[in-house]
């Protein structure tokens, strides 16, 4: 950390690299150090060729730039919240023209660069509290704005301090932003209370639709291009639908399926605590983890609900005549 | 909190009162401290009448008594998380049967007992902070269950960290609580998911019909007694309802209308930063906060909804007037 400290300070122009689909960590750690390199005077930029989402844009200001020659050789190209050039596939030419490479990442895979100077930790949460620890190594002066983006950062990559991720360096790392003026209740509005009317209506819709399996012991939802239609939302804003399904009690599985085209459905799957949903996404060829896991089905989205459910019912019955025989 | 301590530790049969509708804060601050109690080999008993919310049982386990001649005179009797007897107006005669009585409670009206010891901090975000306090001042071993109790309290009363009670000094107990076995995602799951299907499909039946008024600056949803047969969901589960209402960008207040008959329709109304809903709420004699006001309107659930839009509607148009005129 006092290496990438020290890197970080002796560089006079400084391109920041988030992941695609950037995410509240991402945003919120780029747009803190940006404003602390700023601050020092320094020529920093986002370097960023997505739209970034409407909720996290006040992290990332001015920030953004899409021109990868905004400098003719960066003095240095820092990956941020990412620890890999698959994770920003687009903008990798760019990244490896850098001077000097960086990279602070909190992902298992995390510092896969070469000649870079990497600092990864796993066990933290969020990249937020990594940065928050790299300024301070860096004796900058933390303001309000950079308390409050690393605040999102860290709220939104502990899914509000409730996934098992959380812990008590966590909740330190907050406390100590109150002492920079964190307004939480500022960000938390940006953040949370930022949605636009028709994704709640397909969320609506899809949960209506919603069908209890496994005795109760599982859900299944289907978000149709009707559903879309009738509600004015799009795909991507299925996002926090699953999580919802998981609130209902009882439930140990959830699928969501999505039918992106009419022979092409995105199948998600999540357990809560016993339940392996590889297994279930092996059924159709998907992959994933014990907890989480998915793949596409080319059939009809009924075809494919019956796949998945009866999957999901085969799965219990197996499970639970495993647990018969262990008694 | 020094003699509230010594008090509670010279106590021999303690009977610790929750407010009526017993919330996240009252259920874990009583739940830790019964459990402090019973660990010290002393007799100690949650006094409530009224059913437990399921989310929440798993914080008073076996506590819980409704029996008022439990103890002939019971040693301590200690109000938690409440200040007054009209909150808990049914068990006033038990209470104040007390040898000793007793208070630990955040809220501005705190204390309002004659011959008690109380200990009231309106600063403190939940009740479960004061708790931990005690406990520590009590000198005894915080269990883990006591820990997740305690952050069962706080992430209530807070509302995940998102109100503006939240500060740093919530963020500094959670951190302690880990020190003593906190399982944060044990008891969040035990809070958050646990919720009837039945409630989601309600929320969505009320959502999909939200009409959203006033240029976009305000949303109006009805309940009514056919979405309630329509997906088996009962009034009070309207609860959160009104929060996901706030969520979408741009709107600054909020209108639930429940139909508990079809001439008694109840109205909430929440304001986000500007908007001043008890100007609203007059409208049809309600009362209330600046930023929550609300009231009952004995007509049809049509009637009361044109009524109530027509006041948010005008709110704003004086609001914009008011705002030109300053310009």
Same mark, same amino acid.
């Given at each position: 950390m006092k290496e990438l400290a020290q890197l970080v300070n002796s560089s006079d122009s400084v391109l920041l690299f988030p992941h695609s689909k950037m995410d509240g960590d991402a945003a919120g750690s780029c747009g803190a150090l940006c404003a602390a390199l700023r601050n020092q005077g320094k020529k920093a930029y986002i370097f960023c060729d997505e739209v970034v989402p409407a909720n996290l844009q006040f992290l990332v200001k001015d920030f953004i730039t899409d021109d990868p020659d905004v400098f003719d050789v960066p003095g240095l190209c820092m990956a941020v919240d990412c620890g890999e050039l698959g994770r920003f596939a687009s903008r990798n030419e760019t990244f490896l023209r850098?001077? #000097?490479?960086?990279?602070?990442?909190?992902?298992?895979?995390?510092?896969? *660069?070469?000649?870079?100077?990497?600092?990864?930790?796993?066990?933290?949460?969020?990249?937020g509290e990594l940065m928050l620890q790299l300024l301070l190594e860096m004796g900058v002066e933390i303001t309000p704005f950079m308390a409050d983006a690393l605040y999102a950062a860290i709220t939104t990559d502990t899914g509000d301090f409730r996934f098992s991720n959380s812990k008590k360096e966590t909740h330190e790392a907050v406390a100590m932003l109150y002492d920079f003026g964190l307004d939480h209740a500022k960000?938390?509005? +940006? &953040?949370?209370?930022? +949605? #636009?009317?028709?994704?709640? #209506?397909?969320?609506?819709?899809? &949960?209506?639709?919603? +069908?209890? &399996?496994?005795?109760?012991?599982?859900? &299944?939802?289907?978000?149709?291009?009707?559903?879309?239609?009738?509600?004015?939302?799009?795909?991507?804003?299925t996002e926090g639908l699953i999580d919802t399904m998981r609130t209902i009690a009882g439930v140990e599985i959830s699928a969501l399926l999505k039918e992106d085209a009419p022979d092409k459905i995105k199948v998600s799957l999540r357990a809560k605590s016993y339940g392996e949903v590889l297994t279930i996404a092996n059924? *159709?060829?998907?992959?994933?983890?014990?907890?989480a896991a998915g793949g596409t089905i080319r059939k009809s989205i009924g075809e494919a609900k019956a796949l998945v459910k009866d999957a999901i019912e085969q799965w219990f019955v197996a499970y639970d005549v495993q647990k018969q025989e262990e008694i």
């Open positions: 850098g001077n #000097r490479l960086a990279c602070l990442d909190h992902h298992e895979n995390g510092g896969q *660069f070469e000649d870079a100077v990497c600092y990864v930790e796993p066990s933290s949460a969020s990249t960000v938390c509005n +940006e &953040i949370y209370d930022n +949605e #636009r009317m028709e994704k709640l #209506r397909m969320h609506s819709l899809a &949960i209506a639709d919603m +069908e209890m &399996i496994a005795g109760g012991k599982a859900n &299944i939802v289907c978000v149709t291009q009707n559903m879309l239609a009738e509600s004015g939302a799009e795909m991507w804003e059924a *159709f060829d998907g992959g994933g983890h014990k907890k």
